[in-house]
Structures are given as structure tokens and as C-alpha cells.
């Protein structure tokens, strides 16, 4: 099969969706690899290295979007409308839960969206976990210099001084990314509270970390209670395929001192607060309600060399698979793909997204 990786199109994206060392164990599967120039040199890859690793450089998107099946990064952006097709197997995060527009030109064009974050295992969702992790860590350092007065915020250090009390954080959400958030927070040396709704959840939590973590039910009479005394506010909320809920009111921001900061994880999906928009790493912040918030679609791409090993690490046994097997013959191996394919030959076969737009959903092919 021919295997696309074009070079990623949003802005700031560093990440390319496969190394080099992937690269060569699809060409070595005999598939015929087209990379884009310059795909991989946001993350520290150069050219050379892919065609080392036995890749076709191509110059241009259109070539490496010919392929059979395009692996990618973050979702095509209206540019690359224009490469979508039937026939084509498009394997990257969607997201079309808080994206209608590319929900509808993905069913126009008949292509089979198989999307990395709606991939599940029992209760896992492998493929988005270890950006999860990563943008849990990031969530936490992202916070903590956004409080610095210089930055606009309130200019509290969250692991305070002897003397003077730590910083407060509240993160909503005890997933992966709310995990990781957390225990950064504490590493900083931070007071740290994780509202979470799964009582299993929160006994894992209790006994993974230590006491300067602490859980709360996630109810809207904690979070209101909470809030004004919260510096940095971490929105870590995920419904798998489906649109975030708004658990965040305008209201419960005003009752937060001006300068605390918000950083909203869930952006991906809609986010998480009434105030929430996506923002850029060239433009990360703006101020609402006195709060600053940091709502950054692609948050891993800052740490483009880390995230791409990473997604790699992840992602290609599931890229192999499809390009040995074609879409059929891999949801025969890996039952878990079926739930990744978001769209097929036209038709809308993830409910999370069909709720989130009004829009019927229909049974994958048996």
C-alpha cells in the first residue's frame, strides 16, 4: 500500500506523524512511504534521515495526500479539503465532535476518517493517551508562568516560599490528563484538589499520590465552592467522541480573583468552560472575566520532539496493520479500530459526533 505523511498545516504544529525508525518498519513491510520535504524538521528529523529510512520525498502535498492511506497529526485544516476522496483511509485526530465543517466535507467526499482519540480498549483510548499525558504535564508549567505577573496573572508562585502559602490548583477531571496535571502541580510543590465523578477513579488516586493531592466529587456546588480560592484552574474533561460539557459558567469565573489562570485541555473538543475559543501557540492567551486563559488546540506540538515518538510509539502497530491488511482485514485483528472510524464511504458511524451535530449515525458494516 502507499502510505502518505504530508507535512502538518496548522500553525505551531511541529509534530510529524511518524520518525524515521516507523518509517522504515512500514518500508521494510514493503508499503511505499511518500513524506513530504521538510515534514519531520519540527521535530528534529531531517529529510536525509527519511530517506534513509527508505521514504519517497515528495515535494508537495497533493503527492503525499495521493496515497492510499495518509497518516497525520491533527485534523486537515480548509486547505487540504480539497485532498479528501472516496476511497481514502485518513488515520490522524479528528475531533469532528467541535468541528461540523470538516464533519460534513469528510461525508461529502465519501473518505473513511479513522480518528486516533475514539480508538478504544476496555476503558483505555491508547492513541490519546500519551498526548493526554504530555498535555497534562504541559497544563501545569503553561499555568504556572502564565501567573507571573510579567504574563499577566496575579504573580502567585505555586510551590510558595517558607512562610508564605503554595498556590492553589484545581484540576476538573481525574483522566490521564488530569493525572499528570496533578502530579506536576504537586511536584511544584503546589496544593492540589482533582474533581472527579468515578468513585473507583478517585481511590486509585488517593493511593497513587501522595496527600498533597486531594479528590472532590466533581458537582457544581464543589466547583462553585472551590473556585475563589483557585489560582490556576485546569480544565481536564473528556467524553470520548462526544463534545465537552461546559461545566465552567461566566459566573463562576467572576468569582475567581482577577489574574488566576484557566487552561483549558478540553479545547480539542469544544472546551470545557462557556468562555473557552481556541487559541494559537502564536497567540496562546487572552483575558475573560478577569481570568486568563490559555486554550491551545494542539498543546503537545510545543513539545513537537517528545510527542511525535510518543504518537509513533502508539500509533504505527494500527498504521501497519491497516497497510498490510487493508480497513477490513485490520478491524478483523484489532477489533478496537472499529470504534476509530468516525466516517465510511459517506456515512456518519461515530454517535458522539452524530449527537454533538443533530446528525443520524450509522452502523459500520458488520
Keep these: 500500500m502507499r502510505v502518505g505523511i504530508p507535512t502538518e498545516t496548522k500553525i505551531k504544529e511541529n509534530r510529524v506523524a511518524c520518525t524515521p525508525a516507523g518509517v522504515r518498519m512500514l518500508a521494510r513491510a514493503g508499503h511505499q512511504v511518500l513524506v513530504q520535504l521538510g515534514a519531520g524538521l519540527g521535530s528534529g528529523y531531517s529529510d536525509e534521515q527519511y530517506r534513509e529510512a527508505g521514504a519517497v520525498l515528495v515535494t508537495t502535498a497533493a503527492e503525499a495526500w495521493s496515497a492510499d492511506l495518509v497518516i497525520k497529526v491533527k485534523e486537515p485544516l480548509p486547505g487540504e479539503y480539497g ?43 491508547p492513541l490519546l493517551e500519551p498526548m493526554s499525558e504530555i498535555a497534562g504535564r504541559m497544563s501545569t508549567v503553561v499555568g504556572a508562568h502564565y501567573l507571573s505577573k510579567a504574563q499577566g496573572g496575579k504573580g502567585v508562585l505555586l510551590g510558595g516560599v517558607p512562610g508564605v502559602l503554595p498556590g492553589k490548583v484545581v484540576v476538573i477531571g481525574g483522566g490521564t490528563a488530569g493525572v499528570n496535571a496533578g502530579r506536576m502541580a504537586m511536584g511544584l510543590g503546589a496544593e492540589v484538589t482533582i474533581l472527579e465523578v468515578d468513585l473507583e477513579k478517585m481511590r486509585f488516586l488517593d493511593i497513587s499520590l501522595n496527600s498533597a493531592v486531594h479528590t472532590l466529587y466533581s458537582n457544581e456546588q464543589n466547583l462553585i465552592e472551590e473556585m475563589p480560592q483557585v489560582d490556576l484552574l485546569i480544565g481536564a474533561v473528556l467524553v470520548p467522541g462526544a463534545k465537552a460539557p461546559k461545566l465552567i459558567t461566566r459566573g463562576m469565573l467572576r468569582s475567581m480573583r482577577p489574574g488566576s489562570v484557566f487552561v483549558d485541555i478540553a479545547i480539542d473538543q469544544g472546551g ?61 485483528k484489532c477489533p478496537e479500530l472499529r470504534g476509530g472510524v468516525n466516517t465510511f464511504r459517506g456515512g456518519l458511524t461515530c454517535p458522539g459526533v452524530a449527537e454533538a451535530h443533530g446528525l443520524p449515525s450509522l452502523p459500520l458494516p458488520a
Design 83 to 125: 485532498f479528501l476522496r472516496p476511497g481514502l483511509l485518513l488515520f490522524t485526530y479528528l475531533h469532528l465532535a467541535a468541528d461540523r465543517a470538516l464533519t460534513d466535507r469528510l461525508l461529502a467526499s465519501g473518505t473513511t476518517g479513522i480518528a486516533y482519540e475514539t480508538v478504544q480498549v476496555g476503558r483505555r483510548l
Design 272 to 332: 470545557c468552560a462557556e468562555t473557552s475559543h481556541v487559541t494559537t501557540h502564536t497567540d496562546p492567551v487572552y483575558v475573560e472575566e478577569g481570568i486568563v486563559h490559555y486554550c491551545v488546540g494542539n498543546m503537545p506540538g510545543a513539545y513537537a520532539r517528545t510527542a511525535t515518538q510518543a504518537l509513533t510509539n502508539v500509533t504505527l502497530p494500527y498504521a501497519l496493520r491497516l497497510a498490510d491488511l487493508g480497513l477490513e482485514g485490520a478491524m478483523a
